[in-house]
């Protein structure tokens, strides 16, 4: 039996294990014309996008989670399993912040909206906009952007 549970954990771990995410340097552009390097992880597929940031005990202030979708539509985020605050950053296909949700609850599971379609959902440590001056229409520099 023992032997058995042994085998059951190792298998589920090793998704666990295996979920390494590719990452990539973005910057955002504020209106006052600062600009904020960030290294993101980048969740592309539904899996990546499912687990997110859920169970991390800290996030740098200079790291984030890009979450990237092959189109605009309208975006709904919670915070489960999230033991962190979180600033998510809705981002529209040209790269603007369309809507901040600063500071999230950890663990709620309150549907965090969009407000309008959007491409892509950037989470940054909570107070990092506050912190940085980052408001909506500020720019996002990323390659998956037209700009």
């Known amino acids: 039996m023992r032997q058995l549970l042994c085998i059951f954990l190792f298998l589920f771990a090793l998704p666990v ?11 955002i552009e504020t209106r006052a014309g600062e600009v904020h390097t960030f290294t993101v992880e980048l969740a592309l597929t539904d899996e990546q996008r499912a687990r997110g940031l859920m169970f991390r005990e ?15 539509d309208f975006r709904s985020m919670w915070m489960k399993n999230t033991l962190i605050p979180l600033d998510m950053l809705f981002i529209d296909r040209r790269g603007r912040i369309a809507r901040i949700a600063a500071r999230t609850a950890p663990h709620s599971e309150r549907a965090i909206n ?5 491409r ?8 990092t906009a506050e ?10 520099i990323y390659d998956g952007f037209g700009n």
Do not use: K, N, W
């Not at 969009?114 to 959007?118: A, D, E, L, Q």
């Not at 892509?120 to 107070?127: N, P």
């Open 114 to 118: 969009s407000g309008r379609p959007v």
């Open 58 to 72: 800290a996030l740098a202030q200079d790291a984030g989670m890009l979450f990237l979708y092959d189109h605009e």
């Open 120 to 127: 892509a959902v950037l989470e940054l440590a909570g107070g």
């Open 17 to 27: 294990a295996a979920q390494e995410l590719e990452t990539a340097e973005l910057a």
């Open 131 to 140: 912190r940085l001056g980052i408001r909506v229409g500020d720019r996002v």
